[in-house]
């Protein structure tokens, strides 16, 4: 199927500034639904409100575009409701991680089945450039011109620590890890998170001087590594990418079914 068949060309040219990494997530996602065979129809894309938001109305499948910080919650509604649809919620550091932190953590722990993609650019780039969650100690902002002293979320970690059953980590450079990645995380039986590092040349990459978006992809390349690679005991400070967790746990929506049936007096012992 043509790549056209998957966007809502009305909507083109996007809005997305000249070298933003979001582009190329929506290009892996794509792929990876294509090499899945999903149906379109098969497909909700439940996002909030944010640079990274836009891939909902970009993209031709069932759509939301719901309030700040709030996407995982209405994907949470929608999925009990239709729990065999495949939710895939596109979000950015205040989506996830600020405004929407609470829903994160609390999706996650109820490893309710769906995808979330969080975008991380270090910035709120769509409101001018204030820090975010993932900016990181020692960045500059439009909010921190002397420096930001808030130390960042590991993404991996949160949502390890939270009870996700499928974590990985990648970057704009590294497209076909990225397609891998959404591949495993939508088939996964659970809670996913996909978090992608990319770049915001506009905003972060300006105030913090790091160059042109292909500068910025080449420091993804230079500044991580494969999981367990022999580089990261030799470099400590390299991020690590690629799958971090996969593992099955009791899903929510097939949980709750059971609930349903106990409710109506079915399976009781005795």
Not at 1 to 17: A, G, N, Q
Not at 100 to 125: L, P, V
Request: aromatic share 8%; net charge positive; hydrophobic share 40%.
């Amino acid at each position: 199927m043509p790549v056209k068949d998957y966007i809502r060309e009305r909507f083109f040219p996007h809005l997305w500034c000249p070298g933003c990494g979001h582009g190329i997530v929506m290009n892996a996602l794509i792929r990876a639904i294509e090499a899945l065979g999903l149906s379109k129809n098969e497909i909700v894309m439940v996002s909030g409100i944010g640079c990274s938001s836009r891939i909902s109305g970009y993209l031709d499948f069932h759509t939301l575009h719901t309030i700040h910080g709030r996407a995982l919650a209405f994907a949470t509604g929608v999925k009990m409701g239709l729990p065999e649809l495949n939710i895939i919620v596109p979000m950015g550091d205040g989506d996830a991680l600020a405004i929407g932190g609470n829903h994160f953590i609390h999706a996650a722990r109820r490893n309710i089945e769906m995808t979330a993609i969080i975008m991380n650019n270090r910035i709120y780039g769509m409101t001018g450039g204030q820090y975010s969650p993932l900016s990181g100690y020692g960045t500059l902002a439009t909010t921190a011109p002397y420096m930001n002293i808030d130390h960042a979320f590991d993404v991996v970690q949160l949502s390890i620590a939270a009870g996700a059953t499928f974590v990985a980590r990648t970057t704009t450079y590294h497209v076909q890890q990225m397609t891998d990645c959404f591949k495993k995380a939508i088939l996964h039986e659970g809670f996913s998170v996909v978090e992608v590092l990319s770049q915001c040349p506009t905003y972060f990459g300006r105030k913090n001087k790091m160059g042109s978006a292909a500068d910025m992809m080449a420091f993804y390349r230079d500044h991580t590594t494969p999981i367990g690679s022999k580089k990261k005991k030799e470099n400590p400070d390299l991020i690590e990418r690629g799958i971090f967790v996969q593992k099955d746990l009791p899903e929510y929506c097939r949980a709750y079914d059971t609930v349903i049936e106990r409710a109506k007096g079915k399976g009781q012992k005795g």
